[in-house]
């Protein structure tokens, strides 16, 4: 179980939660799928460097998580 925090790396969300693609995709104008800085990019860095806020994407990312 993934520990979602604005401080998770992008690459921890896609590897952890098997449909982030679409979130990722929707906020961060078509993924960082293909990005080497996903491994090391926090989802805040993320967030702030596309213009959008990191607690309205957590929240969709939590909606995914399945316990």
């Known amino acids: 179980m993934i520990n979602l925090t604005k401080d998770t790396t992008i690459g921890e969300i896609i590897s952890n939660i098997p449909d982030a693609?679409?979130?990722?995709?929707?906020?961060?104008?078509?993924?960082?799928?293909?990005?080497?800085s996903?491994?090391?990019?926090?989802?805040?860095?993320?967030?702030a460097l596309?213009?959008?806020d990191v607690n309205e994407i957590i929240a969709k990312l939590k909606k995914l998580i399945k316990d």
Do not use: D, Q, R
């Open 50 to 52: 596309h213009g959008h």
């Open 21 to 36: 693609g679409s979130v990722i995709k929707k906020y961060f104008h078509g993924g960082c799928f293909e990005c080497p």
């Open 38 to 47: 996903m491994k090391m990019e926090t989802l805040e860095m993320g967030a």
